[in-house]
């Protein structure tokens, strides 16, 4: 079974850009979390999309959103980016329900100048 | 979710059991204990998690203490390839909820 894939593995922006991450969960897995990683914050929850719904949400600005489309993949987006935003973006899928463990993608790392 | 507080570093001879503490002295009833670990530059992998009972699988043993406010990851021969941050969550079972809290985790070291 395939693990789960992000797409792109690395990616340099500029201030001000806007940036869309890709995630494809395990085949079955309809819960898909979002998280930041970087030295000073450490791993830091972003949000969760479950059956195309929101259901959990982090403490980030609003210039960070997602989205999860039927197939379960999902998306998330970074506007007027900061140099703050450079870091390491993991994505986790899970079946969903009850108690799963979550299974991380390789993350893409974001670079802003 | 409850806090966790994990010594920073630790070190262990390859080929010899490594024990890492967490505790977890908030911790509720309908809490579990998960870890992770993070290898240089990948994602987090999951090892194990527990509720009340020690728990054992093909990669770790969990043991968590009667009052459950501690708890001890052991990776009975360590390798070299064990080196990684390894990191000890506690979260509330919430139907649907997915979001773990890692804090700063344990940096251990296999040395040869």
């Known amino acids: 079974k395939a693990g789960v894939t992000q797409t792109p593995r690395y990616l340099i922006k500029t201030r001000g850009q806007q940036v869309t991450l890709s995630c494809s969960p395990i085949s079955g897995h309809r819960s898909v979390s979002w998280y930041q990683q970087t030295p000073g914050q450490g791993l830091q929850f972003l949000f969760e999309y479950f059956s195309e719904t929101q259901r959990n949400k982090g403490n980030f600005p609003g210039r960070f959103s997602g989205r999860q489309f039927s197939n379960s993949r999902s998306e998330m987006n970074v506007s007027t980016l900061e140099l703050g935003d450079s870091a390491l973006y993991l994505c986790?899928?899970?079946f969903g329900t009850g108690i799963n463990e979550q299974f991380f993608g390789p993350g893409t790392r974001l670079t802003v100048l | 979710d409850a806090k966790t507080t994990q010594p920073p570093s630790m070190d262990c001879a390859e080929g010899r059991a490594a024990n890492l503490p967490c505790n977890h002295s908030t911790i509720s009833g309908n809490e579990y204990v998960y870890w992770y670990r993070q290898i240089h530059s990948q994602g987090p992998q999951y090892i194990i998690h527990g509720l009340k009972n020690n728990e054992t699988n093909e990669m770790a043993s969990l043991i968590i203490t009667e009052d459950r406010k501690s708890s001890t990851l052991i990776l009975p021969h360590a390798t070299l390839r064990d080196t990684a941050v390894y990191y000890c969550i506690v979260r509330a079972i919430i139907q649907g909820a997915q979001k773990l809290v890692f804090g700063q985790g344990t940096r251990l070291t296999i040395n040869p």
């Open positions: 986790a899928s899970s």
